[in-house]
């Protein structure tokens, strides 16, 4: 049984920069693909980033390109979400997924596996 745990959400004023951390168990890591989901309050979940099996690719969301970046470590069975200059409008939960293939996607559809959600919160 796989199983997603993030954690790294906070609090946090706007400009500030956070790191999300998800590590998964129950699984071969190394072989899926991973991606970064939110959802705003009143909104559905919106995709924001994407890393490959191996961490050689990369595709981030418009909304947050230039900001944020995916990473992770296959050795830990984690990957991880850098938010540099966080505005009101990161403001979410956000989920990581696992994905049953190695190459990148986007659509919720895309992904079997998720995470219970760490909240992050920017404002003054």
């Known amino acids: 049984q796989v199983t997603l745990v993030e954690s790294g959400g906070d609090f946090v004023q706007p400009g500030a920069s956070l790191t999300l951390s998800c590590t998964a168990s129950?699984?071969?890591?190394?072989?899926?693909?991973m991606a970064w989901f939110r959802q705003p309050p009143g909104k559905g979940r919106e995709f924001v980033a994407t890393?490959?099996?191996?961490?050689?690719?990369?595709h981030y969301a418009d909304s947050i390109k230039g900001r944020f970046t995916i990473s992770r470590d296959n050795d830990k069975s984690t990957v991880f979400l850098q938010m540099n200059n966080l505005t009101a409008e990161d403001t979410g939960v956000y989920y990581c997924?696992?994905?049953?293939?190695?190459?990148?996607?986007?659509?919720?559809?895309?992904?079997?596996?998720w995470g219970q959600g760490t909240q992050v919160t920017v404002s003054s």
């Open positions: 997924a696992l994905r049953d293939k190695q190459w990148v996607a986007t659509r919720l559809t895309d992904f079997a596996s």
């Open positions: 129950g699984v071969t890591f190394r072989r899926h693909a």
């Open positions: 890393i490959n099996y191996e961490g050689s690719f990369t």
